[in-house]
Antibody, heavy 118, light 111 residues
Framework: QVQLVQSGTEVKKPGASVKVSCKAS????????ISWVRQAPGQGLEWVGW????????NFAQKLQGRVTMTTDTSTSTVYLELRSLRYDDTAVYYC???????????WGQGTLVTVSS | QSVLTQPPSVSGAPGQRVTISCTGS?????????VHWYQQLPGTAPKLLIS???NRPSGVPDRFSGSKSGTSASLTITGLQAEDEADYYC???????????FGGGTKLTVL
């Protein structure tokens, strides 16, 4: 069965960087895109960006351009999200989701809480 | 403000029918980009409920249906059940932003 398993909770100071992983299994990794979506406490869903499982092409939310990187490791079917220069308002649960804007996201990871606190 | 506009809350009694609207603009839903709907239960990841305006993934009850016309889309839930109490989000693509966009979410309360 398709599974996306994310790395654990992170606590970071303002200005630091965080790297969250999303390990996929149960399907052909290179056949699907992976997107990241975040949800601040008590707030709605916010799209962070996506990466192609096929060729590593990326597209990021305009407000995060310059601070975000996404990479894949096809040998382990893992996608990484790195966010730099962390701010307090980056505090959120970060979800990875399989798919893209055409069909929607049909499978999701369990979420990773990233807390930015001094 | 979200690019896609949803009502903050809706409610209905068990067995009733509720509809959640999602209104966009000429650069997203009005440009022909499809709308997807998600259900999010408290403390859990979102779940794809409706894909491409009106398609139910396997396992989603037929009580859930979607439609789209012009710049607006809607999610309809019939035969409301207590377990349907959740947050619901619409999602599309915006060509001006070149980004995926979500609605602000609608909290469904089953009375």
């Amino acid at each position: 069965q398709v599974q996306l398993v994310q790395s654990g909770t992170e606590v970071k100071k303002p200005g630091a960087s965080v790297k969250v992983s999303c390990k996929a299994s149960g399907y052909a990794f290179t056949s699907y895109d992976i997107s990241w979506v975040r949800q601040a406490p008590g707030q709605g869903l916010e799209w962070v960006g996506w990466i192609s499982g096929y060729n590593g092409n990326t597209n990021f939310a305009q407000k995060l351009q310059g601070r975000v990187t996404m990479t894949t490791d096809t040998s382990t079917s893992t996608v990484y999200l790195e966010l730099r220069s962390l701010r307090y308002d980056d505090t959120a649960v970060y979800y990875c989701g399989r798919g893209g804007y055409v069909h929607g996201y049909d499978y999701w990871g369990q979420g990773t809480l990233v807390t930015v606190s001094s | 403000q979200s690019v896609l506009t949803q009502p903050p809350s809706v409610s209905g009694a068990p067995g009733q029918r509720v509809t959640i609207s999602c209104t966009g603009s000429s650069s997203n839903t009005g440009a022909g980009f499809d709308v997807h709907w998600y259900q999010q239960l408290p403390g859990t990841a979102p779940k794809l409920l409706i894909s491409r305006n009106n398609n139910r993934p396997s396992g989603v009850p037929d009580r859930f249906s979607g439609s789209k016309s012009g710049t607006s889309a809607s999610l309809t839930i019939t035969g409301l059940q207590a377990e349907d109490e959740a947050d619901y989000y619409c999602q599309s693509y915006d060509s001006s932003l070149s980004n995926v966009v979500f609605g602000g979410g609608t909290k469904l309360t089953v009375l």
